[in-house]
């Protein structure tokens, strides 16, 4: 057996039940046995045999460790941008009135359809290799502005291509139900229809992982959702829902009767959302970067949350139309400051819950048997990372075992 031991660091390893504050190791060693960590513990308690076994050896230069960073809810593949509803925000017009005068999601639906796969992908990878350098090394991606079968697979299949060509882990959501595109206007329940085929034909091609919907006023009723929802479930599909973003439609209690993975946004919560979630062990992804960027002043109920002990995550949202943001450490700043997680919350948020977010149990805290996905950076305390504004602490990502 050839071992590979990281050591010269602290390592906050983000296990709840290591009785320190972000289940801190100080001089801490890894043990690596190939793509997964063998041993993770303090530098003096390595056993001997162990490190004799160790034919590599790295040194982390007094390094803060923590898990790969997990952006669990992301739009990043589509084409253009929407400055200019930006402006038009800015100058009295809401998110709402938008979308309604066919500007919003449409938009992008329009830009992204007209858009090659190759400038599709162009334009994505820059945001996702933004988000690499800020040590993400697992992100999904959502579909939803095709909105139809090919433009669709056209989006998941660029996601899967950037996952081939990066080192990095890719999980692709099928959002076909995210807004009625024009062609549909004023049958959304045949589009509804359109969706179910989609979802069919595209999980058997191998490009969904898991299926999403915008359960809002200007997206899908819960009654439309609950029939996607139900397609999922035949195929064997876990579901996560946009849920109460911009008003209360009880789509949360509706994704919890799914076991939904995660509900996301949530601004709108009703205590007994926040309890049906809990019950059913989905995660609550907040979304800081779509809150500040579309200016919105009702929080996420983060108390309701804490008190039902339901996980929070946090994710960059990173999409043209609430979010153009494709860092993830600053969206922990602005879970700090403006949804007032505090730093550990935070932490956990893109790392512990996001791998929960995304059922995916092999990553986000640093244990034996889970996958050696880490990053190393030139930081004291993990609070500095979401200290900060906009800056990018030096990192050295360690993915899959190897260094990136
Ligand atoms: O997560 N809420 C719906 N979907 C996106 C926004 C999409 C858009 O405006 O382009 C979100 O906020
Ligand atoms: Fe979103």
């Known amino acids: 057996m050839s071992l590979t031991l ?4 602290n390592a906050a390893t983000m296990r709840p039940d290591s009785g320190q504050p972000y289940g801190l190791i100080e001089d ?3 043990v690596l046995d190939g793509p997964l960590l063998h041993w993770v513990g303090a530098r003096c308690d390595v056993p001997v ?3 004799a076994a160790c034919a590599e050896q790295h040194d982390g230069g007094g390094a803060l460790v923590t898990p790969g960073l997990i952006d669990c809810h992301s739009h990043l593949v589509y084409a253009g941008d929407r400055a200019h509803e930006f402006e038009l925000r800015l100058n009295g017009a809401t998110y709402e009135e938008i979308s309604r005068q066919g500007g919003g999601i449409a938009a ?7 858009a090659s796969a190759e400038e599709l992908k162009l334009q ?5 290799q933004q988000l690499m350098g800020e040590g993400v090394t697992t992100l999904e991606i959502k579909s939803g502005y095709g909105l139809a079968l090919a433009p669709e697979r056209k989006m998941l299949q660029v996601a899967r ?3 081939q060509e990066h080192a990095l882990t890719v999980r692709c959501t099928f959002l076909g139900a995210h807004a009625l595109p024009p062609e549909y206007a004023g049958r959304s329940d045949a589009y509804v229809d359109e969706v179910l085929r989609m979802l069919k034909k595209l999980h058997a091609e191998g490009l969904v992982d898991a299926v999403d919907a915008f359960c809002e006023r200007i997206g899908f009723s819960a009654a439309q959702t609950r029939r996607v929802f139900e397609a999922a479930r035949e195929l064997g599909l876990p579901v996560k829902l946009h849920a109460e973003q911009l008003s209360d439609s009880g789509g949360a209690q509706m994704a919890a009767s799914y076991s939904a993975l995660s509900c996301d ?6 205590e007994e959302g926040a309890q049906a979630m809990a019950k059913a062990g989905s995660v609550a992804v907040l979304l800081p970067g779509a809150f500040y960027f579309l200016r919105e002043t009702r929080l996420p109920p983060v108390d309701w949350l804490r008190r039902h002990g339901v996980p929070m995550a946090i994710a960059t949202d990173c999409n043209p139309g609430t979010s153009p943001c494709s860092s993830l450490l600053l969206m922990l700043n602005m879970a700090c400051t403006l949804l007032r997680l505090t ?6 948020g893109v790392t512990r819950h996001a791998a929960r977010a995304l059922g995916l149990p092999d990553r986000g805290i640093l244990a034996v048997g889970l996958r050696a996905d880490f990053v190393l950076w030139d930081l004291q305390h993990p609070a500095q990372l979401c200290y900060a504004l906009g800056a990018r602490p030096a990192n050295r990502v360690i993915f899959n075992g190897e260094e990136r």
């Open 6 to 9: 990281w050591h010269g660091c």
């Open 28 to 30: 801490a060693a890894l």
């Open 49 to 51: 045999d162990m490190l």
């Open 108 to 114: 992008t639906v329009q830009a992204t359809r007209s």
């Open 124 to 128: 994505s990878r820059a945001r996702l």
């Open 161 to 163: 291509a950037l996952a």
């Open 265 to 270: 946004h949530l601004e709108f919560l009703s």
């Open 343 to 348: 730093p550990q919350e935070a932490l956990a």
